[in-house]
Structures are given as structure tokens and as C-alpha cells.
């Protein structure tokens, strides 16, 4: 419709050309303009749109593509392309374990500004993070992708540096995404390191103060049971977190995305169902969880695809939990300070729950 109204105003405009009136002209031209001028919201949604599939693409088949190709070109006459990135990853193989490669330009790329609008994605304040101090943030809930966790903690599309100043946000990924040629190399750019435990010391450890490591503590397993209207985490048997912040003396940070769980349609299978088992099981392989998902279609929110909903994501950032710093601690202090934590986590819930249009009657879940 759009293209058919432009090309009926352009044979006006040289109609007028013709004969030379430059009031059909004129007129033609203005209306061109106002056609161009009401289809620019519809053409920024779908800028939004491709800005939100570009992280999905990349997440899902990104890194396997990659490998692909690498090993296609072996067999070819550029061959050598593979055996100097080969070449460079033996060098670099640690880099990602020891607090990767950042680059600032990456996060601060346009498209992330598309991606946190799409949503929209904001990312609240609740209180200062000190730069003379290391921090743990827990995420919740994990969603079908995180998006809110890239979003405030992997760019700078909500200005996380501008509000809080000498912080350094590392996202914590499945370590095996770092196994991926050139994937490793994009992940790296954005601050997202792998969540394992001697990459985390080291990050807190032995790179100075300032550091804020987000993990999203519920993993794959909460994934399963993300669906619209749903307030339910997986928390109460996770506490390594816990213990490594006691190690290592970084502070905990409850952090919740209110809308997370609502950008996607997911059929929960039963517990106990042969298909449940299925999914746990693939999980506990593949380290994801098979999730069966829908959201809107590419070009239109009446079909069906990828792409989330476009709902609002409100990612809240709650009261830093000082911790002591104890080399070996024992189970019953782990198990004090887990508890202090979801106890936090709760009361963060609480608070801000009816600000992003919950009722006050809905509760916080903790399985």
C-alpha cells in the first residue's frame, strides 16, 4: 500500500513537471512527505524488530555457522584463513577465563537502542554500588533469552556506566558459547564472560575492585517454567553463588526483571510427564533447556515466530547484601546468608511489584 500511494505521487508530481503547474507539483510533494512521515513509526518497529532477531540469530546459530565455515574453508583455496584464526585461538585461549576482551564501541552500538525500545527495557536504581568494592548480582527470573539481563548489563543502551560510575558489569554465559570461533570474539566485546568457578574468582579476585559479576542464578531449569503471569524461580537449592561471594567477599545484589517471564507463550509440560523428562534431560546434555515457545511472526505480531512480544521488561536493582570475607565457609553459614538473600529478593518483589502492574495479592514464588 505504501509503495502503490508513493509511485501514484511521484506520476502526479511529473504530471505537474509537464505541465508545468507548480501547485499539482507542490501538492504532490506534500503529500509524499506526510505518507513518508506516517509510515516512519511503522518503519522504526520493524528496525526494532530485526535489531531484537539479530541477538536470537546470534545466540541460537551463531557460533555453530561459524564452526561451519571455518571447517568448510579448510578445503579450499583460503585455507589459511582457518589455520591463522586456529592459530590465534591456541594463543588466546585463556583470554576469555581472565576478564576477556571488552570493547566499548560494540556496547554502545545503535542497534541496542533499537533492541531496548522494541520492548521497551529500563533499568531502575535502587541504591549505590561502590567502585572500592567487588559485587555478585543475581538475576531473576531467567526467562526464555535474559533480554533484560544483555540489555542493562551486556551494552550501554540504559547508560549502566552513567549510573553507576566505576562499576564493570560481566554477564555470566554458559562456558561452552566460548568454544565457538569468532561467536567467542563477539561474546568477549560485550563484557560476557563464562560462569565458571575459576573464571568468576578471577574476576573478583584478581582484577582489582568494581567488578560486577551477574549471574543468572536459575539457569536453564527456571527457563522451563517462564510463561506470562507466572512469578516462579528456581533459588532455594542454589547457593554456590552464595558461597563463592562469601569466599571471595563480594557483596550479593538481588536484582528482578518484572516482564521477563511475559515475552513469550510456552507450553509447561507436566512434572512428572515422559515429555518433562525429556526436557530435563536434554537440559542437563545440551546445558539449555529445550523450551516449547512462541512468540510474533517477523513482519507481523498476528502470526506466529521468534520474535517476543513486545511487552515491557523492568529490571530493578535492589540493596547491595554486605558480605565477610571467609576462605572456607562452613554449610550453616552459606545457608544463613542464602537465606538472607532470597529474604532480600522477596522484599524487592514486594516493593516494586504494583509499580509494573502486578497485584499486591501476587507472590513471589521460591522453588
Known amino acids: ?66 564452526s561451519v565455515v571455518m571447517l568448510y574453508l579448510l578445503w579450499t583455496d583460503y585455507w589459511w584463513v ?30 541496542w537502542i ?23 548480582l543475581g538475576y531473576h527470573p531467567h526467562g526464555i ?10 551494552t550501554e543502551a540504559n547508560g549502566f556506566s552513567a549510573k553507576f560510575p566505576g562499576i564493570t558489569p560481566f554477564v555470566a554465559t554458559l562456558a561452552g558459547n566460548f568454544r565457538m570461533p569468532l561467536a567467542r570474539e563477539y561474546l568477549m566485546s560485550a563484557g560476557v564472560c563464562p560462569v565458571n568457578r575459576a573464571t568468576l574468582e578471577f574476576i573478583l579476585s584478581c582484577n582489582g575492585t568494581g567488578n560486577a559479576v551477574v549471574i543468572t542464578v536459575g539457569g536453564a531449569a527456571e527457563s522451563l517454567d517462564c510463561t506470562p503471569g507466572v512469578h516462579c524461580i528456581t533459588l532455594k537449592n542454589r547457593k554456590g553463588f552464595v558461597k563463592l561471594a ?24 507436566d512434572e512428572g510427564s515422559w515429555w518433562r523428562l525429556i526436557q530435563r534431560r536434554l537440559q542437563k546434555i545440551l546445558g539449555f533447556a529445550p523450551c516449547v515457545f512462541q512468540g510474533r511472526g517477523l513482519f507481523s505480531p498476528d502470526t506466529w515466530g521468534l520474535v517476543p512480544f513486545s511487552k515491557p521488561i523492568n529490571s530493578v536493582v535492589g540493596k547491595p547484601m554486605e558480605m565477610p570475607k571467609i576462605s572456607s565457609p562452613s554449610q550453616e553459614e552459606v545457608d544463613h546468608y542464602h537465606t538472607m538473600y532470597m529474604s532480600s529478593l522477596t522484599q524487592l518483589f514486594d516493593k516494586h511489584k504494583t509499580h509494573f502492574g502486578l497485584r499486591e495479592e501476587d507472590v513471589l514464588v521460591i522453588h
Open 1 to 66: 500500500m505504501f509503495y502503490i500511494v508513493v509511485m501514484k505521487t511521484i506520476l502526479a508530481a511529473y504530471t505537474g513537471v509537464l505541465r508545468g503547474t507548480g501547485s499539482v507539483i507542490l501538492s504532490a510533494l506534500q503529500s509524499l512527505l506526510s505518507v513518508c512521515w506516517a509510515w516512519c513509526p511503522r518503519l522504526e518497529k520493524q528496525v526494532q524488530v530485526f535489531s531484537v532477531m539479530q541477538f536470537i540469530v546470534s545466540f541460537l546459530i551463531m557460533g555453530p555457522i561459524c
Open 145 to 154: 533469552f535474559c533480554f533484560g539481563a544483555l540489555c542493562n548489563f551486556a
Open 246 to 269: 562469601l569466599q571471595q567477599g563480594a557483596d550479593l545484589v538481588p536484582v528482578y526483571s518484572f516482564g521477563e517471564n511475559d515475552v513469550y507463550k510456552q507450553l509447561i509440560l
Open 114 to 136: 533499537y533492541y531496548r525500545d522494541y520492548f521497551p527495557i529500563r533499568l531502575i536504581k535502587t541504591h549505590n554500588l561502590l567502585p572500592n568494592r567487588n559485587y555478585i
Open 82 to 111: 582457518t589455520a591463522s584464526y586456529t592459530t590465534w585461538l591456541f594463543y588466546d585461549w585463556n583470554t576469555h577465563k581472565q576478564a576477556g576482551r571488552r570493547f566499548s564501541w560494540v556496547r554502545n552500538w545503535t542497534v
